[in-house]
């Protein structure tokens, strides 16, 4: 049996260290406890916004998560759905990184995309934007969901 292939955004890797969140922490810890269920991976998007870390031992500690997760570049065609994402109200401008997650995960094949970022990409509205834009796109659909929900 094929094993769920999941996105993982910023937000879950971050979890994993983030000690003013213990309840998060955990539950993402939990999510991680069953990755052998799971084909992982994140982008290169990831590593950007986890090296933009003030703190260099935290950035290096959040660094050090993605060697246990496959990533792959950002590619042209992952930046134009975004945009399209964009163009037809799914995220705004100022959303651009949110959308390119998003888009990173459909270009790539991925079943669901992980997040903790309820404001921009876990919430139903932006789920039902995203599936109309793959849909008029004959794109493949995707889930959103946080950690919990896998």
Do not use: C
């Not at 996105?7 to 994993?16: E, F, N």
């Amino acid at each position: 049996m094929a094993r769920i292939r999941i996105y993982l955004d910023t937000s879950v890797l971050s979890a994993l260290i983030d000690t003013r969140a213990p309840d998060r922490m955990a539950l993402t810890e939990g999510f991680f406890e069953r990755r052998d269920s799971f084909d992982l991976a994140t982008s290169e998007l990831t590593r950007l916004e986890l090296g933009a870390a003030t703190d260099p031992a935290k950035k290096s500690e959040l660094l050090a998560l993605l060697d246990s997760v496959a990533v792959f570049p950002i590619t042209r065609e992952m930046e134009a759905l975004a945009g399209e994402y964009i163009k037809a109200g799914a995220f705004t401008d100022l959303q651009f990184n949110d959308s390119l997650h998003v888009a990173a995960a459909v270009v790539s094949g991925f079943q669901i995309l992980v997040s903790w970022n309820f404001r921009h990409l876990v919430n139903r509205q932006r789920r039902l934007r995203v599936q109309a834009v793959n849909a008029s796109l004959q794109l493949p659909g995707i889930e959103i969901l946080s950690p919990p929900e896998v």
